[in-house]
């Protein structure tokens, strides 16, 4: 079975810092991870997506993340964020066949601080 | 153009009425999923149908019942509501087979409120 974890619930910052969200996920087969974004009342919106090739991955509004076989991890960062990034952000895993069930973490509240 | 709509977006009730979520989509998948976001923000699926079929069946009670009438759409039924099924509901899409087919498309979710 899959799982993720997200070791941060909150993460404050001030605009235009830098900011990195930590995603750790276990699993025993070959795995997709993708990370979402939740605007207050609003529905998922995918950022990037990790599915294979380079470990870099660049996904919109300028954020990216790299993927970390060794580490399990799939930290998600963005140079300088704005108050417009204040957000939940949510990193899911799936096997990388079958069905695509995914298997979310807890989220991450980014706040961005003027 | 609204992608994957669901109706309603707010649901108030009492307990033990019986209520359901519509869910659409107009991306052409074949595949849909439900899922419960409850109130510490936590994501888990519920349900996942392809073709009409149900493939994913997590550890729901029975008082959640799954309708997929076509491909485009899977409704949510609910029977004798209970305080913990308040949440809110995310309906999600996808294509099996082909490019992009991992990924999966959400609308905008069903704030349920039980009193």
């Known amino acids: 079975a899959q799982s993720v974890t997200q070791l941060d619930s909150q993460v404050p910052v001030f605009e235009e810092a830098p900011v990195e969200l930590r995603c750790n996920y276990s699993?025993?087969?070959?795995?997709?991870l993708f990370w979402y974004v939740q605007y207050p009342n609003q529905g998922l919106q995918l950022l990037l997506k990790y599915l294979s090739g380079s470990t870099l991955v660049k996904g919109i509004n300028g954020f990216e993340a790299e993927f970390n076989k060794s580490q399990t991890s799939f930290h998600l960062r963005k140079p300088s964020v704005h108050i417009s990034d204040t957000a939940e952000y949510f990193c899911a895993v799936s096997k990388a066949s079958g069905t695509y069930k995914y298997i979310f973490g807890t989220g991450t509240r980014l706040k961005v601080l003027a | 153009d609204t992608a994957v709509s669901q109706t309603p977006k707010y649901l108030v009730t009492q307990m033990g009425n019986d209520k359901s979520i519509k869910c659409e989509q107009n991306?052409?998948?074949?595949?849909m999923y439900w899922y419960k976001q409850d109130s510490k923000k936590f994501l888990k699926i519920m349900f996942s149908y392809n073709n009409k079929e149900l493939i994913i069946n997590e550890t729901v009670p029975n008082r959640f019942s799954p309708k997929s009438p076509d491909k485009a759409h899977l409704n949510l039924h609910i029977n004798s509501l209970e305080l913990g099924d308040s949440a809110v509901y995310f309906c999600?899409?996808?294509?099996?087979?082909?490019?992009?087919?991992?990924?999966?498309?959400f609308g905008p979710g069903t704030r349920l409120l039980v009193l």
């Open positions: 991306l052409g998948h074949d595949t």
């Open positions: 999600a899409s996808s294509q099996v087979g082909g490019p992009g087919q991992e990924t999966q498309y």
């Open positions: 699993s025993s087969v070959s795995v997709y």
